[in-house]
């Protein structure tokens, strides 16, 4: 009887692997920006994510959470975060309306300002796999990512300089570094 009742259940686990391997191998599973999530995908993404946060113990940000570090951060989100997570006033981009998952729209209701800015660090210096949200922590200086953090944590209650500040275009010295490769020579 036990015998039996192990076979079963070594059989199950084998027909659902089969069934999954079936499914993603021939085109059921909806991987389209347009299609919609499977089942469960969005509780089980960010349950893993709250954990792995939780898991780093990011330290408290070393950067006060004033109209300073705001400013500092504005140039750091116009280049690297508004193409995504839009601007106060302004309309959702293209790009942000052609992903999948959509990127929050940061300055636009809620957003991340109910997120300590510990958490907004990790996801900013980390990215999110599968979502189009980049890895910065090899573009950005520590500070920096700091500073938009703080900035975001704080989106609610940013003064109206700062508030100017995101919607002008950015200043020159924050545009990030081209890439490091050698551009290569074309012969005609």
């Not at 750091?76 to 959702?92: M, S």
Request: proline letters at 12%; aromatic letters at 8%; hydrophobic letters at 40%.
């Amino acid at each position: 009887m036990l015998k039996g009742l192990l076979l079963g259940i070594v059989l199950a686990f084998v027909l659902i692997a089969c069934f999954v391997y079936f499914y993603f191998s021939t085109g059921y599973a909806p991987i389209a920006a347009t299609d919609p999530p499977i089942p469960l995908e969005m509780k089980l993404a960010h349950m893993a994510m709250d954990a792995r946060i939780e898991k780093a113990k990011i330290p408290p940000p070393p950067v006060a959470a004033d109209e300073k570090t705001f400013l500092s951060g504005t140039d750091v989100y116009k280049v690297n975060c508004a193409v995504c997570h839009g601007l106060p006033d302004q309309p959702k981009t293209f790009i942000a309306e052609g992903m999948s998952p959509r990127p929050p729209q940061l300055f636009h209701g809620t957003g991340v300002s109910d997120d300590p800015a510990t958490e907004t660090y990790w996801k900013v210096e980390n990215g999110i796999r599968l979502t189009g949200m980049p890895a910065f922590k090899d573009r950005l200086t520590e500070t920096q990512i700091w500073e938009v953090s703080v900035l975001l944590a704080n989106s609610d209650k940013i003064p109206a300089t700062v508030k100017a500040a995101l919607i002008t275009p950015p200043s020159p010295q924050i545009v990030p570094p081209a890439s490091s490769a050698t551009p290569t020579k074309i012969n005609p």
